[in-house]
T-cell receptor, first 113, second 116 residues
Framework: AQSVSQHNHHVILSEAASLELGCNYS??????LFWYVQYPGQHLQLLLK????DPLVKGIKGFEAEFIKSKFSFNLRKPSVQWSDTAEYFC???????????WGLGTSLAVNP | ETGVTQSPTHLIKTRGQQVTLRCSSQ?????VSWYQQALGQGPQFIFQ???????GRGNFPPRFSGLQFPNYSSELNVNALELDDSALYLC???????????????FGPGTRLTVL
C-alpha cells in the first residue's frame, strides 16, 4: 500500500539553525510530492511541490526540498529558521494519475527565539 | 486565504447523531476532496467529488457520505456518529481536467467536530 513516512515527529530548534525534515514515500511509479505547512490556528498551505524536472524545488519562505528517486525521499530544508516557522509540516504524495493525496503524520516544529 | 470556506467552524454532537458539514470551493474549481485529521495525525482522505460525482474514496465506512452541487460546493454527511469521529474535517478544492491527474488542492480552515 502507498504510504508516506516522516522521520521526525517533534523538532525543536533555535533561530538561525538549519532545518531538515525527512520524508519517504513507498511507491515505485510516477509520483507527485508535496510539503504543506499548518501555522497555529491557520489552514493548510502548500509550501512546495515536485511533479517532474529539476529535483531541487524551491518553495515559499526560503524552503526547498530535494527529490531523490533512488532513496524514495523528498526532504524539506531551510538554511536558517525563524521563530515564525513554528508550525506543523506535512509531507504528502500523489501517485501518478491518482487524485488522492497520501499524507505523512506530520512534524511539529518549534523554533525558539 | 484560499477562498475555500467551511461551516460550521466548530460542532459538538453526541454518539448516534448525524452531522452535515459544508464546503464552498474556490471560484472556478470543480473538484472537492474531504479529509479527516485526528489530533496528532496527518489528514486521511475520505473521498473526492468531481463534477457532482464521487471520484475516489478512502477507507471510510458507508456512514460517511457526500454530495457535490452544481455550483461545486459540497457536503459531508456522517451518520451514527462514534466517539472516534471526533476530528478536524478538511475540505480542499481544485480544478481537475478531463484527462485526470493531480491538481493543486487549496484547503479550507476545517470544521472541528467533537462527539461526546
Amino acid at each position: 500500500a502507498q504510504s508516506v513516512s516522516q522521520h521526525n515527529h517533534h523538532v525543536i530548534l533555535s533561530e538561525a539553525a538549519s532545518l531538515e525534515l525527512g520524508c519517504n514515500y513507498s511507491y515505485g511509479g510516477t509520483v507527485n510530492l508535496f510539503w504543506y505547512v499548518q501555522y497555529p490556528g491557520q489552514h493548510l498551505q502548500l509550501l512546495l511541490k515536485y511533479f517532474s524536472g529539476d529535483p531541487l524545488v524551491k518553495g515559499i519562505k526560503g524552503f526547498e526540498a530535494e527529490f531523490i528517486k533512488s532513496k524514495f525521499s523528498f526532504n524539506l530544508r531551510k538554511p536558517s529558521v525563524q521563530w515564525s516557522d513554528t508550525a506543523e509540516y506535512f509531507c504528502a504524495a500523489n501517485a501518478g494519475n491518482n487524485r488522492k493525496l497520501i499524507w505523512g503524520l506530520g512534524t511539529s516544529l518549534a523554533v525558539n527565539p | 486565504e484560499t477562498g475555500v470556506t467551511q461551516s460550521p467552524t466548530h460542532l459538538i454532537k453526541t454518539r448516534g447523531q448525524q452531522v452535515t458539514l459544508r464546503c464552498s470551493s474556490q471560484s472556478g474549481h470543480n473538484t472537492v476532496s474531504w479529509y479527516q485529521q485526528a489530533l496528532g495525525q496527518g489528514p486521511q482522505f475520505i473521498f473526492q467529488y468531481y463534477r457532482e460525482e464521487e471520484n475516489g474514496r478512502g477507507n471510510f465506512p458507508p456512514r460517511f457520505s457526500g454530495l457535490q452541487f452544481p455550483n461545486y460546493s459540497s457536503e459531508l454527511n456522517v451518520n451514527a456518529l462514534e466517539l472516534d469521529d471526533s476530528a478536524l474535517y478538511l475540505c480542499a478544492s481544485s480544478l481537475a481536467g478531463l484527462a485526470g491527474g493531480y491538481n493543486e488542492q487549496f484547503f479550507g480552515p476545517g470544521t472541528r467536530l467533537t462527539v461526546l
